[in-house]
């Protein structure tokens, strides 16, 4: 499940829940670098895989992730060839990739109590690339095929924007599409996962094989159990939402 929130007790509650893993979440969520940070500490204890989504396929972001102790990455809008060679070339140290070295600094070696980690480190690393897209639909496969790809994920909401078809995950032509990629990460050997909150989607995407699906998200949890509980004891007024911000 995601975790957008920004509390890391919010991120303990879910690592704790029984699920594979939780994706905190740095694109659509407040979350900066101390939060990752107090929230991978939250879960560290827990039998849940922690993954990280940056903002952006940003090499200095990318950087500061990894010296933080995210090992595995979930990047955003990777729609070609070239954008998905850049995400594997951020997480490499030289000669592979561009990697700042700095692990006497960084928790992600124990502030080099690890010994032989900057020889080792990429071992230790999963990168996923967000499939989103029309044009990252088209070249799936090459995509795929990059060396260090490690798997996809796909995003039907934004699939479907970026098809004209805004707030409609459900359409055939978008649910076409994730198959598609779902065959390609098949034929590739490598893992592929789907976000899907409608639970008949996800099993649907299950029947067709992925390999995880991302089904809820902590804020969203929150919203509609407190909505619930409004509807339950308040009584209606018709007047509408409040204004938000």
């Given amino acids: 499940m995601w975790v957008c929130s920004g509390s890391a007790l919010m991120a303990e509650i ?13 694109e659509h969520s407040p979350n900066g670098l101390e939060g990752i940070l107090a929230q991978l500490q939250a879960v560290r204890s827990y039998p849940v895989t ?9 090499t200095v972001l990318i950087k500061q992730y990894l010296d933080l102790g ?16 850049a995400a594997v070339s951020a997480v490499h140290y030289p000669p592979r990739g561009v990697r700042g070295v700095g ?19 990429s071992e230790t690393i999963t990168v996923m690339v967000q499939i989103e897209s029309a ?7 090459e995509i795929l095929a990059v060396d260090g790809i490690d798997a996809i994920f796909l995003g039907p909401a934004d699939l479907a924007a970026s098809k004209g078809l805004l707030g409609q995950q459900e359409h ?4 076409a599409a994730v198959e598609h990629c779902i065959a390609a990460a098949k034929a590739a050997g490598k893992p592929v996962g789907v976000n899907a909150f409608a639970e008949a ?15 809820g998200a902590d804020v969203a949890l929150l919203a509609r159990g407190s909505e619930g509980l409004a509807a339950r004891y308040v009584p209606a007024t018709g007047t509408g939402p409040m204004a938000s911000y």
Avoid: K
């Fill in 172 to 175: 055939p032509d978008i649910v």
């Fill in 103 to 121: 692990s006497a600094l960084a928790r992600s070696s124990r502030w080099n109590r690890i010994p032989g980690y900057v020889a080792g480190a």
């Fill in 70 to 85: 995210v090992q595995s990455l979930l990047i955003p809008m990777v729609h070609t060839v070239a954008e998905a060679e």
């Fill in 14 to 26: 879910c690592a704790g829940a029984g699920l594979d893993a939780v994706l905190i979440d740095g």
């Fill in 201 to 215: 989607t996800a099993r649907h995407y299950m029947e067709a094989g992925v390999d995880f699906v991302l089904v």
């Fill in 135 to 141: 044009q990252a639909v088209e070249n799936v496969e």
């Fill in 50 to 58: 922690a993954v990280v989504r940056p903002p952006a396929n940003d």
